[in-house]
């Protein structure tokens, strides 16, 4: 299974609303990354966990919350967004080693629209 | 700064035909470097990886060049199929987590 599962695809949401974002892996995976893309645009790393404990947080705004449960869940909560944050939010998963090329395994996204 | 630049940044071209996109970067270190097709609205999906000391790879009709002194890459499409459109990313790691993307380049195919 070489496959990363995004729950929902689509979500719109008030700028009062709290919701989720949910992610999940069964390839072992010991890093998982959330990434934000705007259209036209390559991504932009926000988070990365490794061994269910966040490792890099890239300045992003605290109306986004991450969060890994187990190895194979990654969750991203979120509340009182701006219309800004609307974008495609990308998961991705890699293993981790010493062979140097850690290969991300993208999810397809959930399109979020804040309204 | 780490940056990747990619040209052209959209091309078109018929069924059938080849066509070859560019990558020239300046990370530092290098750790790999990966082609990546993303469909619109879909997630990158991996083409091709390449280390320092490999030059050259290949995934079907999608070949990847790597040279490492020049610091460029490019990506060829062999008898390109309509399910080519999509976007060609191409993405530098110098660590463990970080990568470095590039703009992309839209590639259309036309019957």
Redesign the interface.
């Known amino acids: 299974d070489t496959e990363v599962t995004q729950t929902p695809k689509h979500l719109v949401m008030g700028m009062t609303n709290k919701k989720s974002l949910k992610c999940e892996q069964h390839m072992g995976h010991r890093a998982m990354y959330w990434y934000k893309q705007k259209a036209k645009k390559p991504p932009e790393l926000m988070f990365v966990y490794s061994y269910e404990k966040l490792s890099i947080n890239e300045s992003v705004p605290s109306r986004f919350s991450p969060e890994c449960p187990n190895s194979s869940l990654l969750n991203l909560h979120l509340h009182a967004l701006q219309p800004e944050d609307s974008a495609l939010y990308l998961c991705a998963s890699s293993p981790l080693g010493t062979s140097g090329s850690y290969e991300q395994y993208f999810g397809p996204g959930t399109r979020l629209t804040v309204t | 700064k780490n940056q990747v630049e990619q040209s052209p940044q959209s091309l078109i071209i018929l069924e059938g035909k080849n066509c070859t996109l560019q990558c020239n970067y300046t990370v530092s270190p290098f ?2 470097l ?1 082609w ?1 097709k993303q469909d619109t ?6 083409l091709t ?1 390449m ?1 320092f000391s490999e030059n050259t790879k290949s995934n079907g009709r999608y070949t990847a060049t790597l040279d490492a002194d020049t610091k460029q890459s490019s990506l060829h499409i062999t008898a390109s199929q309509l399910s080519d459109s999509a976007s060609y ?1 191409c993405v530098v ?1 110098a660590d ?4 470095s ?4 380049t839209t590639v259309t195919v036309r019957a």
């Not at chain 2, 609205?41 to 991996?46: A, L, Y």
């Not at chain 2, 463990?96 to 990568?99: E, F, S, V």
């Not at chain 2, 993307?101 to 992309?104: C, D, H, P, Q, T």
């Open positions: 750790s790999n990966r990546y609205g879909r997630g990158p999906v991996s990886i280390t990313i790691s463990d987590y970080k990568l993307f590039g703009a992309g």
